[in-house]
């Protein structure tokens, strides 16, 4: 019979091995694959995927997106980086019920939410009745199908991604250092600029690696809310795999997600040594 | 920051978080299909999704899948932690590595794997395919949650019960999981949660035999406005409130640990 110990270790391997390692290298290969719409990719090797992601229409939809997450990830930082900062000084009770009800939502699956925003900001919607109703305008807003639309979509879906690890940077900070620097006269500026900025600097990584790729890939929110201008390169990858069926191209573009990913985690390990301790998310905690 | 500002801004975010949400719960009750003004009061559309046989199968296969998922996710993910904690044995690095890759993949990354490993192995999309695919994103989140209560066990009950004779099934069954209630619990509504919301992995990975929530959803709202939604965002809200009203009586009356 197994021992128990060798059953945990093969389960835990075996399962790794084959949902996880075998699949990112099976896209890895298809990247470097010819399209083929039989057999979706086929040998001989070929750099046409990846050649492709360069191609003019592709590369525009692609810093087009870069640009709106970039926009949505800075928001969810400006409106999250507070909301964090004023949740982990609360008495534990209150605010493990405020996170209850920041993660509630999620129950009422995200695209569900997604046309919920799609509602509020159409022509006779919620935003513009109080625009209108309290007289900032006069006239309703085209809000739906603007880039306008998809950020404010991809901000309500991922500020909770923002808030959590910035959460658990404001909780690992230690008290002495903010009240160290207020015995020595520093303002609030000063606190934050110099105690507050620099060690949550991991949380601040943390939540944009978690919230900036992930909004590039939430086709679902420019199919609702963005129109046909407003593409994401979700957009793009899905339409590659489920209709046009060019495989190679479409996971040239997961690689170059992937790559880009990687990046940001070298920046988060730097923040982490900066910080000179093991933020929330580091994978030397398991 | 004055304390008044603080509740402020805390009451808009919530406010932002939950104001579209509303509308659709208000709207479910409204008998104008277009919701644009209130013109009464009305279970119209209740009885229309009740009567909408392909929305509720849909429904309740995304929930079977929640379900199934977290629970798979709890168990094999509690025996990750367990091991990475426990022993050391060869590609421990590579396995924390490969978790810690899919906590941080975006969804649309992971979608792809899934379906290129499923078309390769040529398993049809459906149900297996969607478990498989939850059951893995879940997984980094059970570990690190588990990990984390682990770390903090007292070394000396596990090191007694071997004193004492106890295998490493028997330490594990009648010490370690007992302790570990209530962080297995709590990754197992995180799973749930994660599972249910999910949009991107179940579109890639999922079959014409097996259709859930979201793609269902999708199909319909993608043309125009259905009222059935938002009874359905209705009566999603209402069960996750009444299943967190459950789950924190549970965790009230469960003895501290």
């Known amino acids: 019979m197994l021992s128990f110990r060798r059953l945990v270790i093969s389960l835990t391997l075996g399962w790794l091995a084959v949902m996880v390692v075998a699949p990112h290298l099976l896209v890895l290969a298809t990247s470097f694959m010819t399209a083929d719409i039989q057999h979706l990719a086929v040998w001989p090797l070929s750099l046409d995927g990846y050649a492709k992601v360069f191609q003019p229409i592709y590369f525009d939809v692609f810093l087009h997106s870069l640009w709106l997450s970039a926009v949505a990830t800075a928001l969810c930082l400006l409106i999250g980086y507070p909301f964090a900062f004023i949740l982990a000084r609360q008495k534990p009770v209150w605010r493990n019920v405020l996170l209850v009800l920041m993660m509630l939502p999620f129950w009422t699956n995200s695209l569900i939410r997604t046309y919920a925003i799609k509602i509020i900001l159409g022509k006779k919607g919620l935003v513009n009745t109080l625009l209108v109703g309290t007289g900032i305008v006069d006239e309703p807003l085209s809000l739906l199908y603007t880039e306008f639309a998809v950020i404010f979509g991809l901000v309500y879906i991922l500020l909770p991604f923002m808030v959590l690890p910035l959460m658990a940077s404001f909780e690992q900070l230690s008290k002495e250092y903010v009240e160290a620097a207020r015995d020595l006269q520093a303002n ?14 991991p949380g601040i990584v943390a939540g944009c690696l978690i919230v900036f790729l992930p909004a590039m890939g939430m086709f679902y929110v420019a199919d609702l809310l963005g129109g046909s201008t407003n593409l994401l390169l979700g957009n793009v990858i899905k339409n590659q795999f489920l209709v046009v069926r060019d495989w190679p191209f479409g996971s040239a573009f997961s690689v170059t997600l992937i790559v880009m990913m990687a990046l940001m985690l070298a920046v988060y390990y730097q923040a982490n040594r900066l910080v000179q301790r093991k933020g929330g998310l580091d994978d030397q905690n398991l | 920051m004055t304390k008044t500002f603080k509740t402020l801004f805390v009451g808009l975010v919530f406010l932002y978080l939950y104001a579209p949400i509303a509308v659709l719960v208000v709207n479910s009750f409204n008998k104008s299909k277009y919701g644009h003004r209130w013109s009464g009061f009305s279970w119209t559309w209740y009885e229309k999704l009740l009567n909408n046989d392909t929305l509720i199968t849909a429904f309740t296969n995304s929930l079977t899948i929640a379900v199934l998922s977290a629970t798979a996710a709890s168990v094999i993910g509690t025996l990750m932690a367990l091991a990475i904690y426990r022993y050391r044995f060869r590609f421990k690095q590579t396995a924390s590595g490969a978790l810690f890759v899919v906590m941080m993949s975006p969804d649309i990354v992971l979608a792809i794997t899934f379906l290129v490993l499923f078309i390769a192995l040529g398993i049809q999309l459906g149900f297996w395919t969607l478990l498989l ?71 890639f990975v999922t079959g014409p035999q097996y259709e859930v929530l979201p793609i269902r959803v999708f199909s319909m709202v993608k043309v125009g406005v259905s009222p059935e939604v938002n009874v359905l965002a209705a009566l999603l809200l209402l069960i996750s409130m009444v299943c967190l009203a459950v789950f924190a009586w549970f965790m009230k009356r469960k003895p501290k640990l």
């Open chain 2, 133 to 203: 695919a939850h059951t893995t994103f879940c997984l980094p989140f059970v570990v690190i949650t588990v990990y984390a209560q682990l770390k903090g066990f007292d070394a000396h009950l596990i090191e007694a019960a071997q004193d004492l004779g106890a295998s490493e099934r028997a330490v594990f069954w009648h010490i370690i999981l007992p302790l570990l209630v209530p962080s297995v619990a709590a990754s197992w509504l995180l799973s749930f949660t994660l599972s249910l919301d999910d949009v991107i992995i179940s579109s």
């Open chain 1, 188 to 201: 609030a500026w000063q606190r934050f600029w110099h105690i507050y900025l620099p060690l949550t600097s």
